[in-house]
């Protein structure tokens, strides 16, 4: 059975001989010529491509490589190494709560719209007065003066 969308195969030729042929093309390598039985030459790597294609298409290109073939330059000597993060429990407690406010009142005030619609009232104003008192509790922590010898680069 032919695609309908391919031109028929030959009168001569059956789909059996076309798919023994395609797959001793594929299995044969660069330097094997048991793999080829109709005794011409061992295939180039371009040499597989279709008819009327060019095989220049299907050679890589030398500056082309894989990820394999990248090498990884040299350390410098004075590379930067970053210091170790200080551990998850060791921050102040009370800038984690309002981080933890800020983020999770609009979260709790979507899953209110979300889910329960008919919620209390002063649930709502509470959840909107905490998620604006974190804010501005964080917002009076920022720094106001930059410090000297600070060039940015760390967080």
Known sequence: MTNPMHEPAGSGDSDDSVWE?????????PGDTAAHASGDSPAAPGDNAPRG???ELFRMHPALGGPRDHELAEQDEGAFIPEDPPAL?????????????????????LLLAIFWRRAPIPLWIGLVVVAVAAAVFLFAR???HRQEGDDGARV
Do not use: Y
């Open 89 to 109: 429990g060791s921050g102040n407690p009370l800038l984690t709560l309002a981080w933890s406010c800020a983020a999770g009142a609009p979260i709790a005030l």
């Open 21 to 29: 042929d395609l797959v001793r093309r594929l299995e044969a390598t």
């Open 53 to 55: 294609v060019d095989p």
């Open 142 to 144: 920022l720094p106001r």
